[in-house]
């Protein structure tokens, strides 16, 4: 399964070599949106080829069909079958896999974010959201693995030559996550675990990182001040894929002082 299609499927294939997964192996997508880094209509052969399921919001399915155009005109009745539209309640796009769709503040039509749930163990998935709703740091309860958007220094951003419009939109409290944004959030959602005496997550991958507002280290330097994270922090990179992350806590790991 995939969560977002944002590169085609021919880079995909570059980005899934040495990993195991083919391509041809993925059964299922799961879309946060439909922002041009999120889905690649490229995307829309391979999915009625293959016959892949597709869960999107349901606000979201007519945008999908219209965006295939005249090139699926006579595959859009097998396309509009593959699209399996949710509107809050939990979804199941492989079997044993139970994912609970998050609504999240993202632009004008919003994102998702997603709990999966396989065998026992959950990852939580967060990115592309201008603020944390309280509902993600009650559904982010007893992860074992935790991803989050980092997205921009502010002070990166601002000395950008991006227009201000554009700014304003990632910077407005419905655009992105920045880094002290995201460390707080990632923050408060270990101190609920610790409070409630859960297990930490084993892994903390941070998202979406800007390549033009935003610098490696910078996020480094910030998230590693709290020991929790520093001994868990994972920066997914956009031109290479993370290493394949098992379930599994380290009980013997840091604790933060309490915050």
């Known amino acids: 399964m995939l969560i977002d299609i944002g590169f085609g499927p021919r880079i995909t294939v570059q980005r899934l070599a040495g990993t195991g997964v083919a391509v041809e192996d993925v059964q299922a997508i799961c879309l946060t949106h439909l922002d041009g880094d999120h889905f690649n209509r490229n995307w829309l052969n391979t999915i009625v080829k293959q016959s892949i399921r597709v869960y999107c919001h349901e606000s979201l399915v007519e945008t999908i ?8 005109f006579s595959q859009a009745a097998k396309l509009r079958s593959l699209l399996q539209p949710f509107n809050g309640q939990p979804i199941a796009p492989l079997e044993g896999l139970h994912v609970q769709p998050i609504r999240l503040p993202h632009d004008t039509a919003g994102s998702h974010g997603f709990v999966l749930g396989h065998e026992g163990n959950q990852v939580g998935y967060a990115t592309d959201l201008g603020s944390v709703p309280a509902q993600l740091f009650e559904m982010f309860d007893g992860l074992d693995l935790l991803a989050m958007e980092s997205n921009y220094d502010p002070q990166m951003q601002m000395a950008s030559d991006r227009p201000w419009v554009l700014k304003q939109r990632v910077m407005g409290g419905s655009g992105h996550l920045s880094n002290q944004q995201s460390f707080a ?12 005496g859960a297990p930490l997550p084993s892994h903390i991958v941070l998202l979406h990182r800007s ?5 490696p280290d910078l996020v480094r330097r910030m ?9 868990r922090l994972i ?3 956009q031109d290479k894929p993370t290493g394949w992350l098992r379930p599994g806590r380290n009980h013997t790991l840091p604790r933060a002082e309490s915050a």
């Open 211 to 215: 390549r033009h507002c935003n610098c």
């Open 65 to 72: 069909l219209a965006k295939a155009g005249d090139s699926l």
């Open 185 to 196: 959030a990632v923050r408060h959602i270990l101190n609920r675990a610790e409070k409630n």
């Open 235 to 237: 920066l997914a990179e």
């Open 223 to 231: 998230f590693t001040q709290d020991p929790r994270i520093a001994a």
